[in-house]
């Protein structure tokens, strides 16, 4: 069982940074994905940035060049580094684990596929 705890959400004016944190505990094996998702009011669910098992990672077209996820091993907790954040990236953002993933968008993207999932953490971006 994996269990997640995200903080770091907050407020920030657009053009301003914040950094996510994902603490995992309990039993992770190693060739896990990790990945932040969020989802803005009366929207769907939608992929944001993952790290895949061997490193490997992968963004939305929507973040490139603003958002980088990373991964400290020794802390077990993953990150979400945004920058240059929009009034548009305002949403609740989720971190999730699952097994055995597979380097292709769409299905590192399925929310569905994610059997693991933190509490999610509030991100408000204003104009």
């Known amino acids: 069982q994996v269990q997640l705890v995200e903080s770091g959400g907050g407020s920030v004016q657009a053009g301003g940074s914040l950094r996510l944190s994902c603490a995992s505990s309990g039993s992770t094996p190693s060739n896990v994905c990790m990945g932040w998702f969020r989802q803005a009011a009366g929207k769907e669910r939608e992929g944001v940035a993952f790290?895949?098992?061997?490193?490997?990672?992968a963004y939305a077209d929507s973040v490139k060049g603003r958002f980088t996820i990373s991964k400290d091993n020794a802390k077990n907790t993953l990150y979400l580094q945004m920058n240059s954040l929009k009034p548009e990236d305002t949403a609740t953002y989720y971190c999730a684990v699952r097994i055995r993933c597979v380097k292709i968008w769409f299905f590192l993207s399925r929310g569905s596929d994610y059997p693991y999932w933190g509490q999610g953490t509030q991100v408000t971006v204003s104009s």
């Open positions: 790290r895949l098992y061997d490193g490997t990672m």
